[in-house]
């Protein structure tokens, strides 16, 4: 079943920034590192067309270095965009690249600044992925509300970072359909959809699956599992998640297998980074997964276009009374 998350705040949400965007200088959008393609908003991109864009990676401590740079050559060869990794998390990150985040703006809009002209910057992103966190460190003390799951900022708030800037923090949006079935699990493996819209053993299944080959090692090591990295990159996705279990305290005596707890322990060792620093998806592929799902979509389109009921009898009449639908009975008897 394909993820779908898109309660009535972000509607709201939708139409706050369709409102506020026209007074932004730079939209900062803030991807997560682990998912630069899938927590890019489509609808976001829309609603922020022709605004010079920073894309932020953040949570770079949780990704995998090496993607990281593949995802950020990607980004930076776009026209108009300027892409970096980061860390919002002051605990966890330098300061620094916070910092550069703020010259980031005045060289894209070098026109403002000053009481008269305030640089107006929106922060957005799909839920969770650390935006209100990335205003407290760049305002530098805790004044936006955060905190380790989706949907914690509710409504547009401004900060104000000095005189002449100011920072508007929006709630995390994803949009109303992901058509990108393995975006929908990226998302929810990584905490961006709310609890009650995914099962947490399919959302696990599906990130082992993806995982077990270039992360072998990684799972290996995490759950001490007794098989080679080899072994363990070949197991089938249910194989794993059992021999994780075994591993979790998640098997009960007669080797009933807890599917909901090894799950959620997965799940959680990710978002943590107790599993090792992950990334779910290359620009190659996300590419890939985005054409499947375009090819979906027009073959769903042309069932459903073809399972139309033919056109009703228009059930006009000409002036001697008989039907002029111009369906098969449109000849008509000659005269
Ligand atoms: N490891 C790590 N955690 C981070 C980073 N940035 C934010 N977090 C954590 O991610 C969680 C979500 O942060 P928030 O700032 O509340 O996220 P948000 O995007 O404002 O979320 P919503 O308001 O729900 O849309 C918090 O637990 C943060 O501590 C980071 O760079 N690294
Ligand atoms: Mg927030």
Same mark, same amino acid.
């Given at each position: 079943?394909?993820?779908?998350?898109?309660?009535?705040?972000?509607? !709201?949400?939708?139409?706050?920034?369709?409102?506020?965007?026209?007074?932004?200088? &730079?939209?900062?959008?803030?991807?997560?590192?682990?998912?630069?393609?899938?927590?890019?908003?489509?609808?976001?991109?829309?609603?922020?067309?022709?605004?010079?864009? &920073?894309?932020?990676?953040?949570?770079?401590?949780?990704?995998?270095?090496?993607?990281?740079?593949?995802?950020?050559?990607?980004?930076?060869?776009?026209?108009?965009?300027?892409?970096?990794?980061?860390?919002?998390?002051?605990? &966890?990150?330098?300061?620094?690249? &916070?910092?550069?985040?703020?010259?980031?703006?005045?060289?894209?809009?070098?026109?403002?600044?000053?009481?008269?002209?305030?640089?107006?910057? !929106?922060?957005?992103?799909?839920?969770?992925?650390?935006?209100?966190?990335?205003?407290?460190?760049?305002?530098?003390?805790?004044?936006?509300?955060?905190?380790?799951?989706?949907?914690?900022?509710?409504?547009?708030?401004?900060?104000?970072?000095?005189?002449?800037?100011?920072?508007?923090?929006?709630?995390?949006?994803?949009?109303?359909?992901?058509?990108?079935?393995?975006?929908?699990?990226?998302?929810?493996?990584?905490?961006?959809?709310?609890?009650?819209?995914?099962?947490?053993?399919?959302?696990?299944?599906?990130?082992?699956?993806?995982?077990?080959?270039?992360?072998?090692?990684?799972?290996?090591?995490?759950?001490?599992?007794?098989?080679?990295?080899?072994?363990?990159?070949?197991?089938?996705?249910?194989?794993?998640?059992?021999?994780?279990?075994?591993?979790?305290?998640?098997?009960?005596?007669?080797?009933?297998? @807890?599917?909901?707890?090894?799950?959620?322990?997965?799940?959680?060792?990710?978002?943590?980074?107790?599993?090792?620093?992950?990334?779910?998806? !290359?620009? @190659?592929?996300?590419?890939?997964?985005?054409? !499947?799902?375009?090819?979906?979509?027009?073959?769903? @389109?042309?069932?459903?276009?073809?399972?139309?009921?033919?056109?009703?009898?228009?059930?006009?009449?000409?002036?001697?009374?008989?039907?002029?639908?111009?369906?098969?009975?449109?000849?008509?008897?000659?005269?």
């Amino acid at each position: 079943m394909a993820i779908q998350w898109f309660p009535g705040h972000m509607n !709201l949400t939708r139409k706050a920034i369709e409102a506020r965007v026209k007074d932004i200088d &730079v939209f900062i959008e803030l991807l997560d590192a682990r998912l630069p393609g899938s927590s890019a908003n489509p609808m976001l991109a829309e609603l922020t067309a022709g605004r010079p864009t &920073v894309k932020v990676l953040n949570k770079q401590d949780l990704a995998d270095p090496e993607r990281t740079d593949i995802w950020l050559a990607h980004y930076n060869a776009q026209p108009g965009t300027q892409a970096f990794a980061l860390s919002a998390n002051p605990g &966890v990150g330098e300061k620094k690249p &916070v910092q550069r985040l703020r010259d980031s703006c005045f060289e894209l809009a070098p026109l403002r600044g000053g009481m008269v002209k305030p640089m107006r910057v !929106l922060i957005g992103g799909v839920p969770n992925v650390g935006k209100s966190t990335l205003i407290n460190s760049l305002v530098g003390r805790k004044t936006a509300k955060t905190g380790d799951e989706a949907g914690v900022t509710r409504h547009e708030q401004r900060f104000v970072l000095a005189d002449d800037f100011y920072l508007y923090d929006t709630p995390g949006m994803l949009w109303p359909r992901i058509n990108v079935e393995r975006s929908g699990f990226n998302l929810a493996v990584s905490g961006a959809v709310g609890k009650n819209a995914y099962d947490e053993p399919e959302v696990a299944l599906e990130f082992l699956h993806y995982v077990a080959k270039p992360y072998a090692a990684l799972l290996k090591a995490r759950y001490k599992l007794a098989q080679t990295v080899d072994e363990v990159a070949s197991l089938t996705d249910e194989q794993l998640l059992e021999a994780i279990a075994g591993k979790v305290q998640a098997v009960g005596k007669g080797g009933h297998v @807890d599917w909901q707890k090894a799950a959620e322990r997965v799940i959680t060792d990710l978002r943590t980074g107790a599993l090792g620093r992950i990334t779910l998806e !290359l620009p @190659d592929e996300f590419a890939e997964w985005q054409a !499947l799902a375009v090819e979906a979509d027009e073959a769903r @389109d042309a069932r459903k276009a073809a399972r139309k009921p033919p056109k009703k009898r228009t059930g006009k009449r000409d002036r001697r009374g008989r039907q002029t639908d111009d369906g098969d009975n449109a000849a008509g008897p000659a005269d």
